[in-house]
């Protein structure tokens, strides 16, 4: 069994920072891909940061490169997003997601290949 929690998260002004936290817990003889998606009212889950498996490759939406940036932490299998510039369309439910294999490149934004997700942080951004 593998849990992944979240945490971070608020309500913050448009150009503001913030910082998520995640961590997948359970098999800790592996090293999972692990990837930030977000979803707005209304609008489906988006592929937004993620970090390929052992290989450590990094992957950005383009809607967040150059403002957020995706890191491991120091204890196995857990990572940040620290999002940068913030703006109101930044507003979404944001999930970790844990994938128990390296995805290959074109399968890391896709929700279907991740096996398992967080409940969720919400994120607001206005004035």
């Known amino acids: 069994q593998v849990v992944v929690v979240e945490s971070g998260g608020g309500s913050v002004q448009p150009g503001d920072s913030l910082k998520l936290s995640c961590e997948a817990s359970?098999?800790?003889?592996?090293?999972?891909?692990m990837a930030w998606f977000r979803q707005a009212p209304g609008k489906e889950r988006e592929f937004v940061a993620g970090?390929?498996?052992?290989?450590?490759?990094?992957y950005y939406a383009d809607s967040v490169k150059g403002r957020f940036a995706i890191s491991r932490g120091n204890v196995k299998n857990t990572m940040s997003l620290q999002m940068n510039s913030l703006k109101p369309e930044d507003t979404a439910v944001y999930y970790c997601?844990?994938?128990?294999?390296?995805?290959?490149?074109?399968?890391?934004?896709?929700?279907?290949?991740?096996?398992?997700w967080g409940q969720g942080t919400h994120v607001t951004v206005s004035s």
């Open positions: 359970g098999r800790t003889d592996m090293r999972y891909t």
């Open positions: 997601a844990a994938a128990t294999r390296t995805l290959i490149l074109s399968s890391i934004r896709l929700v279907g290949q991740y096996d398992y």
């Open positions: 970090l390929r498996g052992s290989v450590g490759n990094i």
